[in-house]
């Protein structure tokens, strides 16, 4: 069987944010077991599992990617939408927009520090389309 459900997660500013609780919430209670696949639904932003007990790491994340894929790049030539959505794609592209998380007893399979989130890359707020499946 499979259940289906989109979301809009709402608008936030760039950085990594803990969306585990918004998909927890929308979650269907009576399925207890199964595998979620999560399809966020834009090429400017990007899911991962990353540790969500010290802050630090997200903020040594974004350090990173900002050194890997810089705004102010001489050559760029996609800057149609402003000079942060060519570096945003690169960085959807390193991390991906997809995840795929076990489910058990209705909850998602995750270790102690592990939590599931957004990458923002862009600098303008704006919502995001997430598409949720549940193989079961």
Known sequence: MIWQKEIVLPARGNGMHDIGPEII??????????????????TSAALTVNENYDPDVLRDMQLYLERLAPQ????????????????????????GMH???????????????QGVFLCEFRTQ???RSLFLSILY
């Open 25 to 42: 919430h929308v979650l269907p209670k009576d399925i207890d077991q199964g595998i979620l696949f999560l399809h966020l639904l834009h």
């Open 72 to 95: 102010q790049l001489e050559g760029i030539r996609h800057t149609l939408e402003g000079p942060d959505d060519m570096p945003a794609h690169v960085k959807s592209s390193l991390f």
């Open 99 to 113: 995840l795929s998380l076990p489910l058990k007893n209705g909850q998602l399979v995750l270790g102690q520090w």
């Open 125 to 127: 707020v704006r919502s």
